[in-house]
């Protein structure tokens, strides 16, 4: 007995706010209310979106916001695989015999030949024929650079055999020369073309150097040219059939102001025309050490369990792996760890995590920050590592900047105890000021006294100072102002 799949179809209306969503908002709409509507085989299964909208592309952005942000959060907590739609002509067979039953289609009965004579074809076979023999359709590539003393630009245009055109304007932010942006537009259009999986291509040039050293015809003496030409040649060997061919300038006028508008400004150029900018030559070699590893990291048991199954011995270790790898997930053959708030993070190992936590430690834009905003950075950089916080206050103490500046605490460990007997502090000051216009008793001088921890003051008037009076007229004086001894 065969088993039954069940099918489910989800329908809702748009209300009046939502119909004005953009045409990728409506779609991630309808996902997210799918989802919502079959939560427990979201849950259970791994769940495949075949669609020809970039909604990966939209959804794994970090500077979305708003409800695309809301929804992409709500749909991370999925397992979902977005995948390209594959041809209608399926769709369109189906269709076909929905609408006419084969029980309603009259079988033609096929056509009699005399003996001796030859088969003479259908027009329906002469036209498989010419279907099954034709190639795949040519895509035309037009491309043109400039370059002068205000910059360097290069513009593209693909035209689809249908006719449909797709333009592009590449600013070059480096210093070149005008063969050198030619090729570096012809660079830049044969790479699109490969990112849209074109088997065969025409590519029109008004440069005639270029089109003459690509076909052979004139030979490159100066090294960036012979450069050019060899990633050129690369990129051609990409292609089933791939032709340069050469065009007056007059036949690439498009091209060629989208090449002298692109190092201008980009806001001059309208919605359709998609723009970039291409910060090092094609040809630049980048010097790469090779790094000894021991192939050995945190990730390899996660990742032999999700791609090959394989578990430790032990029965414990064995149920912990188990339960580790639910948290992680495999893309592009690379471990992700999953995240509900967000975006997947990358798994990285310990060494590429000491260079990332000194990167945004101490790099160019480097704040010499603590251990929790680096892991944070780090986390927000979509990067992840066991222990992050452990190992970014490991690197931290290693930077002699942030322990020279790094703000010193001045509270003491302790709290401070209040004293509150003044009996320690209890000191008098004393001075004589005068003389004065003598007063009553021929007084003319003053003996002022001030306590140090309470502020008070004393004073007695005398005629003529003495060492004798002036002791025992501050002992009576201070004796009687204070409970205790005092110290003068």
Request: proline content about 6%.
């Amino acid at each position: 007995m065969e088993a039954q799949i069940p099918i489910y179809f989800v329908s809702r209306t748009l209300k009046v706010p939502e119909e004005r969503y953009s045409p990728i908002e409506k779609l991630v709409l309808s996902l997210v209310y799918t989802a919502r509507k079959l939560r427990r085989y979201f849950q259970a299964h791994e769940v495949q979106v075949l669609t020809d909208k970039p909604l990966q592309r939209i959804l794994m952005k970090l500077e979305i916001y708003g409800r695309l942000a809301k929804w992409a959060i709500e749909l991370g907590e999925y397992s979902i695989e977005y995948k390209p739609r594959t041809a209608f002509k399926g769709q369109v067979i189906a269709d076909f015999l929905t609408e006419a039953p084969t029980s309603e289609i009259e079988e033609v009965p096929p056509r009699e030949t005399p003996e001796g004579s030859e088969k003479v074809p259908s027009p329906g076979d002469t036209e498989v024929k010419h279907l099954k023999d034709q190639n795949e359709p040519v895509l035309n590539l037009h491309t043109d650079g400039a370059s002068n003393e205000d910059g360097s630009g290069a513009g593209l245009i693909l035209v689809s055999p249908e006719g449909t055109e797709f333009m592009y304007a590449i600013r070059l932010s480096f210093a070149s020369t005008n063969n050198e942006a030619e090729y570096e537009a012809l660079l830049a259009g044969l790479r699109v073309a490969q990112k849209m999986s074109v088997k065969r291509i025409q590519a029109h040039v008004d440069s005639l150097l270029v089109s003459n050293q690509v076909n052979g015809d004139y030979e490159a003496n100066d090294h960036k040219m012979i450069e050019y030409l060899k990633k050129t040649k690369e990129l051609l060997q990409g292609f089933q059939e791939a032709k340069v061919i050469h065009i007056p300038r007059g036949q690439n006028k498009k091209a060629d102001a989208l090449s002298k508008l692109a190092y201008v400004a980009f806001d001059h150029l309208a919605k359709e025309v998609r723009v970039d900018t291409i910060e090092q030559p094609s040809i630049l070699k980048r010097t790469i050490g090779n790094v000894e590893t021991s192939g050995y990291s945190w990730m390899t048991p996660i990742i032999r369990y999700l791609q090959e199954g394989i578990v430790p011995e032990g029965k414990q270790e064995a149920r912990r792996l188990r339960i580790k790898a639910l948290q992680y997930e495999m893309i592009n053959d690379a471990l992700y760890r999953k995240s509900y708030l967000g975006p997947s993070l990358k798994c990285i190992d310990y060494e590429e995590a000491e260079y990332i936590i000194r990167e945004i430690h101490e790099g160019i834009c480097g704040m010499h920050m603590g251990a929790k905003m680096v892991a944070a950075r780090a986390m927000r950089a979509s990067y992840y590592w066991p222990a992050m916080f452990q190992s970014a206050l490991r690197e931290i103490r290693k930077c002699d900047s942030f322990q020279i500046y790094a703000p010193v605490t001045r509270k003491p460990k302790l709290n401070p105890v209040p004293v509150s007997s003044s009996w320690p502090f209890r000191k008098w000051g004393i001075d004589i000021v005068g003389p004065f216009p003598e007063g009553s008793g021929k007084a003319k001088f003053l003996v002022v006294a001030i306590d140090y921890f309470s502020k008070w003051v004393e004073a007695k008037p005398l005629a003529t100072i003495t060492g004798n009076r002036s002791k025992s007229l501050c002992g009576r004086t201070l004796c009687v102002a204070s409970e205790y001894p005092t110290p003068l």
